[in-house]
């Protein structure tokens, strides 16, 4: 939990009416060395602590990780192993995947359909070029034939 600066404003305050703005100074000084004996003592727990307790047990510990790395390695290995038999067991009796086409094939392929695209052009081309045989003995292109105009009052009987 931390305490904001409107929370120590309204200790202050109240600090204030409570002591008095004379005897307020002397208490802050008592609270302020207080509080940096706190500080030290913490410190030097901590210390203790860090130097008495853990040092020693990571010193105990390093004997104890070295001896279990190769463990932790062959698990790794048999874990994997296993995992790469149990992919083959579900590959049983699956089709295999189909290869990739080969570069040349796919090369032939491209020159082929551009071949092909090259001569359908030229069919084109050649086609605009050619008369008719209405402008071959005319001289004038023939009128497009154009469909007859839908019906609109609908078909009538002939028994009518």
């Known amino acids: 939990m931390k305490i ?15 002591l008095g703005p004379e005897k307020l100074p002397i208490y802050a000084k008592k609270l302020g060395a207080s509080l940096k004996e706190v500080k030290k003592v913490t410190g030097d727990l ?15 510990s390093a004997p104890l990780k070295e001896a279990i790395e190769p463990i932790v390695s ?11 038999v149990t992919k083959s067991f ?14 040349e094939v796919i090369e032939a392929e491209v020159t082929e359909t551009a071949a092909a695209e090259v001569e359908t052009q030229a069919a084109a081309e050649t086609a605009e070029e050619t008369p008719s045989l209405a ?4 001289g004038r292109k023939a009128p497009r034939r154009q469909r007859p105009a839908a019906k609109t009052a ?7």
Do not use: F, M, Q
């Open 135 to 138: 402008e071959t003995y005319t």
């Open 74 to 84: 062959l698990k790794e290995d048999v874990n994997k192993s296993i995992d790469d």
């Open 154 to 160: 609908g078909r009538r009987s002939h028994n009518a």
């Open 46 to 60: 901590s210390k203790d602590i860090r130097e008495n307790i853990v040092e020693p047990l990571d010193e105990a």
């Open 4 to 18: 904001g600066i409107a929370e120590i404003i309204v200790i202050c305050v109240i600090a204030l009416v409570a």
């Open 90 to 103: 579900k590959t049983i009796g699956k089709p295999a995947k189909k290869e990739e086409a080969k570069p």
